[in-house]
């Protein structure tokens, strides 16, 4: 069946980098996300690839998605106290337009 | 306009009252859902509307009903709810693979 996994927890200190990591399961997938979510608020997209990519860059953000090892990763770059947050993945495995999320990476950025 | 907007922001209610939540967008998305998060777990999607017509209902109980009357409003209306189903309604939108969400109702059920 769909199923996505993330480690639930990561601590980083200000400046230094986060890598933040996902695996799932379904090889169908057609697109995969990374949602940020700060606390009391609702779900920011944060940045999706394409699964016929292997790498995305958007500012201090890198997307890396090994299609053979079904493994996808987040880095932020010079991370800050703001970056603080969960961050979900989740996979669009269909035309349905339905997304398997994981559970979430809880990211603790320390002064 | 890139917003998805909610209202109210938060509501508390008792189990027999009747109440709604609000969900609008003017970014011509035609594709709108409902999804219900616990706390600190991922959301859980409940019904999704395809150019306002319901296509997917993931086996919500009856006492949500959802209502879209238009390209822009999606409507949750709700009744004789349950203190499990205190949660965070988010209402989201989608433009081709990608969604976009709207800020939530904290619903708390007393």
């Known amino acids: 069946g769909e199923d996505v996994e993330q480690s639930l927890f990561l601590s980083v200190r200000e400046g230094d980098s986060s890598v933040i990591n996902c695996t799932y399961t379904?090889?169908?997938?057609?697109?995969l996300y990374w949602y940020k979510q700060e606390p009391g608020a609702g779900l920011q997209l944060l940045t999706y690839?394409?699964?016929n990519m292997d790498m995305k860059q958007d500012q201090r953000l890198t997307v890396l998605l090994n299609k053979k090892d079904k493994h996808l990763s987040l880095r932020i770059a010079d991370t800050q106290t703001g970056d603080s947050a969960i961050y979900f993945c989740?996979?669009?495995?269909?035309?349905?337009?339905?997304?398997?999320w994981g559970l979430g990476t809880s990211l603790a950025v320390n002064p | 306009d890139t917003e998805v907007t909610q209202t109210p922001k938060h509501l508390v209610m008792g189990m027999t009252n009747k109440k709604s939540l609000k969900c609008e967008q003017h970014?011509?998305?035609?594709?709108m859902y409902w999804y219900k998060q616990k706390a600190k777990k991922p959301p859980e999607l409940m019904f999704v509307?395809?150019?306002?017509?319901?296509?997917i209902n993931e086996s919500v109980p009856s006492r949500f009903s959802p209502e879209c009357p238009n390209s822009s409003l999606l409507n949750l209306h709700l009744h004789a709810l349950q203190p499990e189903d205190s949660a965070l309604y988010l209402c989201?939108?989608?433009?081709?693979?990608?969604?976009?969400f709207g800020p939530g109702t904290r619903l708390t059920v007393l």
């Open positions: 989201a939108t989608a433009k081709g693979f990608e969604q976009f």
């Open positions: 970014m011509g998305h035609r594709a």
């Open positions: 509307y395809s150019y306002e017509k319901l296509s």
């Open positions: 379904d090889s169908s997938s057609t697109y």
């Open positions: 690839i394409f699964s």
């Open positions: 989740a996979e669009n495995a269909g035309n349905n337009r339905k997304l398997i």
